[in-house]
């Protein structure tokens, strides 16, 4: 089983619409979760952190945690053409020498 | 967020020479740095996880003698591509964390062996 796992897609919505990644996790030890945003040839930046159950916005994005269903999700709202990307989710583990582990990431389009 | 650099952004070499990739944090301490390396269309591998001051833990699969990891300082780690195949072309991604926060990424190295 693996540690994160996602969705690969591709994901399709029309600008406008809300966007919603999925993530899930194996291990109930993991601590922290985070959503990067990779472009095509760029290198991975963070959009989101959630520590705790419960929803975490910012702007126009959304991240859901549930710990009991060890699932995690991000929303985005009003999508863009410029949020088309791949949407790697990140689970960290401290009793694993602090061992980040990535899902595959899911890609994401916002047709126009 | 916090800023880590890595340098070179791309990078050509023949077969059989040795490249080195720095990975910096230029506004925090890095208690920790990842490097991962990433083919076309496919996720992060991450190859090695490093401590400041200790050996670098490496991923099953990863020759630590081909892929050298030094974390000299709490700002800089270096990764050194030894004896570089074509094989080997690929888009190396540092990231850094201080404590128990996020992960910051690098800008990624790509490097072509020819």
């Known amino acids: 089983q693996k540690e994160v796992e996602q969705n690969s897609g591709p994901l399709s919505v029309p600008e406008g619409a809300i966007a919603s990644l999925n993530c899930t996790y194996s291990?109930?030890?993991?601590?922290?979760f985070f959503w990067y945003r990779q472009y095509s040839g760029k290198s991975p930046e963070l959009i989101m952190s959630?520590?705790?159950?419960g929803d975490k916005e910012d702007g126009r994005f959304t991240a859901q945690l549930n710990k009991a269903s060890q699932y995690v999700s991000l929303l985005i709202r009003d999508s863009q053409p410029s949020d088309s990307a791949t949407y790697l989710c990140?689970?960290?583990?401290?009793?694993?020498?602090?061992?980040?582990?990535f899902g595959t990431g899911t890609s994401l389009t916002v047709i126009p | 967020g916090a800023v880590v650099s890595q340098h070179p952004s791309w990078v050509i070499c023949k077969s059989g020479t040795s490249v080195k990739i720095e990975c910096r944090s230029l506004d925090f301490q890095a208690t920790t740095m990842f490097w991962y390396r990433q083919f076309p269309k496919q996720s992060l591998m991450l190859m090695a996880t490093s401590n400041e001051g200790s050996k670098a833990t490496y991923e099953q699969g990863v020759e630590k003698d081909k892929f050298l990891i030094n974390h000299a300082s709490l700002t800089l780690s270096t990764l050194t591509v030894t004896s570089a195949h074509p094989e080997d072309s690929s888009f190396y991604i540092c990231s850094a964390r201080m404590g128990g926060t996020e992960a910051f990424f690098g800008q990624g190295t790509r490097l072509t062996v020819v």
């Open positions: 291990d109930r030890g993991s601590q922290s």
């Open positions: 959630i520590y705790s159950n």
């Open positions: 990140a689970v960290h583990r401290r009793n694993t020498g602090n061992q980040f582990y």
